[in-house]
């Protein structure tokens, strides 16, 4: 795949990003008693996401937001600053001019990192046969085994394993969303998400036990994920990573490539 992302596959990507974080917020606000503190609003084509009791900016994100919306960029910040929270705007290559960034400065906002976004066109990728290593999708009762990899993979305290468990487990019932866990030896190792909409598949999560990274577990889940994608129809297949991470690397050699690098901004 040489050729370069055109407007349109920009926006599925961009698309794709925002509706599978909707759909998971909507599934955590409609646990009983919504217990995150959860709320969502639009403003325009921007996405504006919360939570009460998860101060992380993954969920304090605003996502899809566009030139046009600037008109809306004082409710957008006072939606967050009510609630005395910090969060982040993402910023997608062509869909934003100057005058949006210039706003989004002139509000006490400054750009504090970037993030590739990634795509390909799904293929029939082979099964790379390992006897010792089995990926296996994840039933309602193993969200334990996820949320101990989930946490332990991406350097959370195991103190948040059972909320980790709960917030992705209701997702396993709604549809399009699908939960893989690769096998060491039957020692659960490694875990992959996919959420399908619309013909997109997207790489949601990954992450791999400290104990067992190096030896090819996150590429396997890549390839397993992308055959998927391509047995179930799908026309595109996208995903986020770290600029020269070991992920991104992996995303390469699979076969994705660079769709865009959007950009992060938060408050000074």
């Not at 939570?51 to 004082?74: A, C, Y």
């Not at 999708?137 to 949320?147: I, L, N, S």
Request: glycine share 8%.
């Amino acid at each position: 795949m040489d050729e370069l992302p055109t407007k349109e596959v920009i926006l599925h990507i961009q698309r794709s990003e925002t509706e599978y974080m909707h759909d998971r917020m909507d599934a955590i606000a409609k646990r009983p008693g919504n217990p995150e503190g959860v709320l969502i609003e639009r403003f325009g084509h921007a996405l504006c996401l919360y939570s009460k009791t998860m101060p992380w900016l993954s969920f304090n994100t605003v996502k899809g937001i566009q030139s046009e919306d600037i008109g809306h960029l004082d409710a957008i910040v006072d939606f967050y600053r009510s609630r005395d929270r910090r969060f982040q705007i993402e910023i997608v290559p062509s869909t934003a001019n100057e005058e949006l960034l210039k706003a989004l400065a002139e509000r006490g906002l400054y750009q504090s990192g970037f993030h590739n976004s990634m795509y390909m066109h799904p293929v029939n990728m082979e099964e790379e046969a390992d006897s010792a290593i089995e990926i296996r999708h994840v039933t309602e009762h193993e969200f334990e085994r996820y949320a101990t990899i989930h946490c332990r993979g991406t350097g959370l305290p195991d103190q948040g394993i059972p909320s980790v468990a709960a917030n992705n487990r209701v997702l396993a019932a709604r549809k399009g969303w699908r939960f893989y866990l690769a096998y060491v030896q039957d020692e659960p190792a490694a875990a992959g998400v996919m959420y399908i909409n619309e013909g997109i598949a997207s790489l949601t999560f990954g992450a791999t036990l400290p104990e067992y990274r190096r030896h090819g577990l996150h590429r396997l889940l890549l390839r397993h994920r992308i055959r998927i994608a391509q047995q179930t129809g799908c026309s595109l297949v996208v995903g986020q990573c770290g600029f020269l991470s070991q992920s991104h690397r992996n995303m390469e050699a699979v076969g994705m490539r660079l769709g865009y690098v959007r950009t992060t901004w938060t408050e000074r």
